[in-house]
């Protein structure tokens, strides 16, 4: 497995394996990998012949009062990660090699990023559709990989691939947890002892709300009063949103029909983190 810091290295490599007849599978990352990422990297290499694996903290997808300075980094940590994942190549490259000095380019999307962490966090979604158009052109995958947990992020990037008709499948990956049921994140490492075991009332109350849509309840105001009451019991939780909306044009909708996204965010002390499920109602 090789590690790379330019665009030029990633072109050539990727020029080779294509004039080869070889498929190529990308996984987007920020590092600090966990098992999250790895089932990702594992996907990726079951289904191409070769995997790259961007790590690059973005700085175009943070707010000014945002983490980015303290986002955590190892880049040893994670290249070990990816090694035994299986992939062929990582791509890290300094924001330098990506934005240059003078950049003045946008890409956003409407609708979709208006609502759930589009509301709170107004340039995040414009600077992951940008990062993304350009790793996409230095990679130019076959299929690009993403996370089911980051559910508001999968249903802008499948827009802004369709609506800018990149020729990229992107394949949605299943959320994993930890034993207890919180969401892998980079972000669970901000988390001081009585405040990670605070956390695990995200899925619990997700869990509580996916058992009320199971048992019939159609409602969206019901299940999101179920989650709200549920979470208002943990006294280090503060919450962000609770929200009810359909998965593709992440929409509310006041009654549970077709496919749903039900998502939260939730301040754990000052950690943000979120978590959601999706249903399907058959009709
Ligand atoms: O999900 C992430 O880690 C980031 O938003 C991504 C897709 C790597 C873009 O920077």
């Known amino acids: 497995m090789r590690l790379v810091k330019t665009i030029k290295e990633v072109r050539e490599i990727v020029k080779e394996w294509k004039k080869q007849g070889l498929t ?3 996984v987007p990352t920020m590092g600090y990998l966990h098992e999250g990422h790895k089932s990702l990297i594992e996907k990726s290499v079951s289904q191409n012949d070769r995997t790259v694996v961007s790590v690059f903290v973005n700085p175009t997808q943070f707010g000014p009062t945002e983490d980015l300075a303290s986002y955590p980094r190892d880049i040893e940590r994670d290249k070990a990660l990816v090694e035994s994942a299986g992939a062929d190549l990582v791509f890290n490259p300094e924001p330098v090699e990506m934005y ?14 208006e609502l759930l962490c589009g509301a709170r966090r107004p340039v995040h979604f414009g600077g992951v559709c940008l990062v993304l158009t350009k790793f996409f052109n ?8 993403f996370g089911q947990k980051d559910a508001q992020q999968l249903a802008v990037v499948r827009r802004f691939v369709k609506d800018l008709n990149f020729d990229i499948e992107i394949v949605p990956c299943p959320i994993v947890r930890e034993a207890d049921g919180l969401a892998k994140s980079s972000r669970n490492t901000y988390l001081s002892k009585e405040e990670r075991q605070a956390a695990v009332i995200l899925s619990k109350s997700l ?25 208002e019991t943990e006294k ?14 992440i929409q509310r909708t006041d009654v549970i029909k077709g496919e749903v996204l039900v998502a939260i965010a ?5 950690t943000r983190l979120i978590d959601n499920f999706i249903y399907k109602v058959e009709d």
């Not at 240059?100 to 990023?113: D, K, L, W």
């Not at 230095?138 to 990989?145: L, N």
């Not at 280090?236 to 044009?249: F, G, P, S, T």
């Not at 939730?266 to 000052?270: F, H, M, N, T």
């Open 24 to 26: 190529v599978g990308y």
């Open 100 to 113: 240059g000095s003078h950049f003045t380019t946008t890409v956003n999307t409407t609708e979709v990023s």
């Open 138 to 145: 230095i990679v130019t995958p076959d299929r690009a990989y």
């Open 207 to 231: 869990k509580l709300g996916l058992e009320a849509v199971k048992n019939g309840e159609r409602s969206s105001a019901k299940v999101i009063d179920i989650i709200t009451k549920s979470l």
């Open 236 to 249: 280090l939780a503060r919450i962000d949103y609770v929200e009810v909306v359909d998965n593709e044009n």
């Open 266 to 270: 939730v301040y754990i002390g000052k």
